[in-house]
């Protein structure tokens, strides 16, 4: 199953005051594995950015003035997350910017029966715990040394880490047969590779368990 990791970072918090986005960040899991499917872009908000904003992420009104608008990306955007779920952190922050920007263009909305805001499932695991992304880096403790400031991509990054941890899902799944040489499959992007497991004969187990029982009495009896 393929989901999207995504975050953003605005001029501002509320679209009610006019505010916009100035980056889009989205990374891609196939069966909670990320893929080299990247979907990144600054964009020139048309407007200036607040300083508080400013003071989150670090982005000024002239190193966007040269980037796309949102319009210009508009469309690679809605086919990136096409038939995929969203993953966001505090979802009514980023779905309510991105509906206004998809609004503002003449585009569909996203729905949000598509999304799961992992704010809410911290949350619910964790009540009366703190649930920012940084909290719940410490509390699973994922590295956040690099995010210094709010940045798109480096926040989609740690919270593919965090809503695997979230959803009790820490590793890829390994199918393992039950003859005695068998493959196993593990899926990583879009690579797939194999290893040989050999299984070990009752032979060669009931040979173990007596060299444990000679071993572990010699070394601790």
């Known amino acids: 199953m393929k989901e999207i990791v ?31 499917n990247v979907f990144h872009f600054y964009l020139n908000p048309e407007r200036k950015v607040s300083e508080k904003a400013f003071e989150v992420h670090g982005y000024s009104d002239e190193f966007l003035s040269t980037k796309q608008k949102f319009g210009e990306i508009a469309d690679d955007f ?23 920007e998809l609004a503002l263009v003449g585009k569909k909305k996203i729905n949000n029966s598509n999304v799961i805001d992992t704010l809410e499932l911290a949350r619910n695991k964790f009540p009366g715990s703190g649930i920012s992304l940084d909290a719940l880096c410490k509390r699973f403790r994922i590295d956040n040394s690099k995010r210094m400031k709010h940045t798109a991509l480096i926040d989609c990054e740690l919270l593919a880490k965090v809503y695997i941890n979230l959803i009790d899902q820490k590793e890829p799944t390994l199918n393992l047969a039950e003859n005695n040489e068998s493959k196993v499959s593990i899926s990583e992007g879009n690579l797939e590779y194999f290893k040989k497991v050999i299984i070990p004969s009752e032979k060669e187990l009931s040979d173990h368990k007596e060299f444990l029982k000679r071993n572990l009495k010699k070394n601790f009896f």
């Open 6 to 36: 995504l975050d953003t970072e605005t001029t501002g918090l509320s679209v009610r005051d006019g505010h916009r986005i100035v980056e889009i960040g989205c990374i891609e899991l196939d069966n909670l594995v990320p893929t080299k």
């Open 78 to 100: 809605i086919e990136f997350i096409k038939d995929k779920k969203i993953i966001i952190h505090n979802a009514e922050f980023d779905i309510g910017h991105l509906n206004n």
